[in-house]
């Protein structure tokens, strides 16, 4: 079993063989810095939170690289695996888009089909997770906050699950960890990320949704 302080030094060298791996160029590493650098440092502070919560994670692979771009989940590309309390498997991965709600419900194929979670922490690992696979998602905003980021989390977090009357255990609340809950079904957890304080601002009428702002800055 691994503990905490190995979990917090694999992230540490994570951090300095990415940090290694991005080119020299200085606009390339201002973008990464910016975008790609925040999810990874948001990342780390999930994996705290799996861990606080009675998880045990294990890396598979050996430099955690992001995508280009959004894309499927191949089970060759670095991820994380997550032991749930209870014994389940679940697997973390980065820029994966999921198969949407209105696709499950109505069988679009159109491009609404797909939304895109810069984290995704999902049962099993289908190439392409649909929203009812999905345990907890992670969207990492690392600019200026503003209402059309709040507008955005709002859709996508429509295209994952219906409220519901009343807050219920979320899926890796069922799973054996420490309990949060959410008025969602599927119930499952998701974060928007942020590194603008201002974003604490918009977090109240969210939270009624079952999105969890969380101001994560280094």
């Not at 540490?12 to 810095?33: C, G, H, N, V």
Request: proline share 6%.
């Amino acid at each position: 079993m691994m503990d905490l302080d190995q979990a917090e030094q694999d992230v540490e060298a994570m951090f300095a063989a990415y940090a290694a791996s991005i080119p020299a160029d200085p606009s390339e590493l201002a973008t990464m810095k910016d975008g790609k650098l925040y999810e990874l440092f948001v990342l780390a502070k999930l994996i705290d939170d799996l861990y606080s919560r009675g998880c045990i994670i294990n890396f598979s692979g050996t430099t955690l690289k992001f995508k280009a771009g959004p894309g499927m989940i191949k089970t060759a590309d670095p991820h994380f695996e997550v032991e749930t309390p209870d014994g389940r498997t679940l697997y973390l991965f980065v820029d994966i888009e999921f198969l949407t709600m209105s696709r499950a419900a109505l069988g679009v194929t159109d491009n609404s089909d797909r939304h895109e979670l810069d984290i995704v922490l999902v049962k099993g690992a289908p190439a392409y997770p649909s929203h009812d696979e999905i345990v907890l998602g992670v969207e990492c905003k690392s600019g200026a906050f503003s209402k059309a980021l709040l507008k955005q989390a709002l859709g996508v977090r429509r295209e994952m699950s219906l409220l519901t009357p009343f807050e219920r255990p979320s899926c890796l609340s069922d799973m054996g960890a420490i309990e949060r809950r959410v008025r969602a079904e599927p119930a499952s957890e998701f974060w928007v990320a942020h590194l603008d304080p201002a974003g604490s601002a918009y977090q109240d009428g969210p939270a009624f949704f079952g999105i969890d702002f969380r101001h994560i800055e280094p």
